[in-house]
């Protein structure tokens, strides 16, 4: 078998077979070429004829339509598809929902409290992070309590609880290094770009803490010194 001749397949320029006309592999041409049957098979693009919708995957039905033939959708595909069906029946997509939001801006969100009577109530905060997870994609706020205790809240955007959000003020000047020091830290800023003035005050600080500390050490070192010297020069004396 290894020394038999391969006899590969040809045809003219202008009549291709339907697989090669189709493909977008490049190997397909030489599959067809040494295996002439495949060529009655077209073989198209799964992510142009679907347009990500799960319901338009037509399966492979070799008895009725012989020379057509699909390449199955990957798993991540199937995967994707089904969060977009997800996301498209869900009320959310019809909510009054600003899809602009992104880390650094004041939203105020509106909750429900019951979904048999309908009854809502409102909560702002300043968003940390947007995680974009398709039917599972998220954001987490940061709100402050009473007592000065800063509380992360991740909320999910396709949940039946969400009924709007609203873009209350937008910051655009600051760096993502900020939001994770507004994590734990400064309960009492709201605004991404004060974080930077409050940690050079907070530098400030600690240089100037620093240079009382040596100015301390340096005159309790000259105190000392001068009481060594008083010491030994009354010993002289009473000698």
Known sequence: M???????ADWPKDDAPVAVKTCSDARTESLVRRFPNLGVYSQKSESVRLKGCLSNWNKNNTTT???EFRRVPKHYQIFHMLHFDLIKQHPTTQNE???SFKPGDVVELEMYTSLKKGTTHTISGLIMERRQKGFDSGLV????????LAVLRHIPIYSPWLKGLKIMH???HFKLEHLNLLKKNFPDIWNPEEVHERLEVIKQDIVDKR?????????KMH????????TSTVEDVSV
């Not at 290894?2 to 590969?8: A, P, W």
């Not at 105190?223 to 008083?230: C, E, G, I, L």
């Open 170 to 172: 937008r910051y655009n």
């Open 211 to 219: 240079k009382h500390a040596v100015l301390i050490n340096t005159l």
């Open 97 to 99: 929902v600003d899809w």
């Open 65 to 67: 339509h012989p020379g």
């Open 223 to 230: 105190a000392a010194s001068a009481k060594a010297v008083q």
């Open 2 to 8: 290894q020394q038999r001749e391969i006899v590969l």
């Open 141 to 148: 706020i940061r709100n402050t309590e009473k007592d000065g």
